[in-house]
């Protein structure tokens, strides 16, 4: 617990002193919300570029320390409404911290989050322990986009974080940084509408759902596309006489590219052409400054872009389900949907389906009205990304798969949960006086109420695995040919942490069967060639099995008899669980 908060301290800390430096080189004087987004983007992107030197992410480390550090020294007593930003701010980080907790509350627990849900953590904890080693993983060498696992490896230089421990923390200093992001829509609301209506437009219901399956990618590309209408929408306001007012929009793009690789550019280029087009006149020259900005810091990473662009999950003929059981209705992004597991179809779990079409009636309703309101109030950034995150929606649905789909949806979802709640704001988003006013104030709580349920319901579900990882199990793979395998697994892996369905994605490919150490029997199944156990079993209780490998703290016990068969065990195929981009 104590290496978790340590993260997200670190991360969240990080994150603010950079944005706001950043924002404060761009030209700003005064404390702008989107410095916790544009502090993370920066961050992934400076770790990236650092973690791959000598010292095997301690570079890394020391620059973002450094930095940060430095920063803070220079801007105290230089950004006008430091102290209204703490009061403002802190709820909402205290709220942010406390519903992301939730998970591990539940289970009682840190671990590997997702465990159960979705094996992709799998491949991130071995690429960070790759970097860790200086050694090549498969997602390096595919041009995966490594910018959050360059931040977990610094943590563990720097801090001595656990690489389980280190996700963990960046996952929840996401879901803080991202409802203090909203915070620059919704500022001037009364504290308890602004800190409810920030905590939901930071972690709707689908975004939760993918912080339940430890999908810190999705979230942390989430939380760009927002903070990049948002800078967009501030450009002509706040910014608006700046010469390099869209330069915080060019760095959450740099971010992007670290972050997302290609594919997260695509939404916030929509949002940009979409937006250009409702403004009609947007200067030229520091659009000019921005891109510059952004291809200086992009280009590095041009080459694994181009490499990325093979990876399986960009196939439409392959294997597009992934861990999903078929489409994900698009109703979900809307926030309404009492479920645990978004993958469900409506009155599969203990909700009669009903109650999901009620819902998403309810909450389609009030999109149009966010719609109007907006259109109205010529709130153009937040209209552009409405559009933006639609049409892509709607590209992914008809020519990608239901996995890419359901991505696309769960980066629409802030921004669709932006667009309902904004007519809660005061001055030019002002709601219809009278009765309509009321009768549209009270829509808007109960769906706050119903939304935010649904998303505390989503963490609740969330399963938390193992506390710890070892590559080791991979490294094993490859010798567990020819037989079945048996793996005898402590009772509290299996009882508590999920461990079934992790070992299993850890060996997939082979013939696996798992079980307790404490229900050992005289003798394995027969046919079975291969027992795997943890280093307290150093004497095998088995008859005619010699150690084969020591891959601390797994043994590998092998017995050595011809004609053995394919054995007793299922084979966990190895696209079973495809993982993603």
């Known amino acids: 617990m104590i290496a978790t908060y340590a993260a997200v301290l670190a991360v969240c800390a990080a994150s603010l002193a950079l944005g706001q430096a950043a924002l404060a080189l761009c030209g700003a ?9 544009v502090g993370l983007a920066l961050l992934c992107a400076i770790c990236w570029a650092t973690v791959r030197l000598p010292g095997d992410g301690l570079v890394s480390a020391a620059v973002a320390l450094a930095l940060a550090g430095a920063l803070v020294l220079c801007l105290r007593g230089k950004i006008e409404g430091g102290g209204e930003a703490l009061r403002v701010g802190l709820p909402v980080a205290v709220g942010g911290l406390l519903v992301a907790s939730l998970p591990f509350a539940v289970e009682g627990h840190f671990g590997i989050l997702g465990t159960g849900f979705n094996p992709d953590m799998s491949q991130h904890l071995l690429a960070t322990d790759r970097l860790l080693d200086s050694s090549v993983s498969q997602l390096l060498r595919q041009g995966y986009p490594l910018g959050p696992h360059a931040v977990v490896a610094a943590l563990n230089k720097g801090l001595g974080i656990g690489i389980v421990q280190g996700f963990d923390g960046l996952t929840i200093a996401v879901a803080i940084l991202a409802p203090l992001t909203a915070l620059t829509a919704f500022a001037d609301l009364s504290p308890l509408r602004r800190t409810a209506t920030a905590l939901l437009v930071g972690l709707p219901y689908l975004v939760a759902s993918y912080f339940a399956q430890g999908a810190f990618k999705e979230t942390i590309q989430a939380l760009l596309v927002l903070a990049f209408l948002l800078a967009l929408r501030e450009s002509g306001r706040a910014w608006r006489d700046l010469p390099l007012r869209f330069v915080p929009a060019a760095l959450l793009a740099i971010g992007s590219v670290y972050i997302y690789s290609f594919p997260g550019l695509l939404w916030l280029a929509a949002i940009l052409v979409v937006w250009l087009a409702l403004e009609r006149a947007v200067p030229l020259r520091p659009l000019l400054l921005a891109l510059v900005v952004f291809l200086v810091g992009a280009l590095p990473e041009l080459g694994r872009m181009i490499d990325f662009h093979g990876f399986e999950t ?21 926030g309404i949907w009492p479920s645990g597991d978004f993958r469900l179809a409506p009155g599969d779990g203990a909700v009669p389906a009903a109650a999901y079409y009620l819902g998403a009636a309810f909450a389609t309703a009030l999109l149009a009205y966010g719609l109007a309101r907006t259109w109205r ?52 988003w002002r ?5 309509r006013e009321q009768g549209a104030r009270l829509a808007l709580v109960a769906y706050l109420l119903a939304a935010g349920a649904c998303s505390l319901l989503a963490l609740a579900n969330a399963p938390v695995g193992p506390t710890s990882y070892s590559p080791a199990l991979t490294g094993l793979r490859p010798l567990l040919t020819g037989g079945s395998t048996l793996v005898l697994a402590p009772e509290r892996l299996l009882a508590d942490e999920h461990g079934e369905r992790y070992l299993a994605w850890e060996l997939r490919g082979s013939r696996v069967c798992i079980d307790a150490e404490s229900e050992v029997g005289a003798a394995p199944p027969a046919g079975v060639r291969f027992v795997i156990t943890t280093d307290p079993l150093e004497h095998l209780p088995f008859p005619g099995f010699e150690l084969r490998r020591v891959a601390a703290p797994y043994l590998l016990w092998e017995r050595r008899r011809d004609a053995l068969g394919p054995g007793p065990c299922p084979l966990i195929a190895v696209r079973e669980a495809r993982s993603g981009a």
């Open 431 to 435: 709601l219809l006086h009278g009765m």
């Open 314 to 334: 960009f196939d439409p003929s392959g294997p597009g389900l992934g861990n999903l059981f078929g489409q994900v209705s698009p109703f979900t992004a809307l």
């Open 29 to 37: 004087r005064a404390w702008s919300w989107l410095s916790p987004a």
């Open 377 to 428: 109030a010529a709130e153009r950034a937040a209209l552009a990304g409405a559009i933006a995150v639609a049409a892509l929606y709607l590209a992914a649905r008809l020519g990608g798969t239901p996995y890419t789909a359901a991505k696309a949806l769960g980066i629409a979802a802030p921004v669709l949960t932006l667009v309902i709640l904004c007519p809660l704001r005061g001055g030019a």
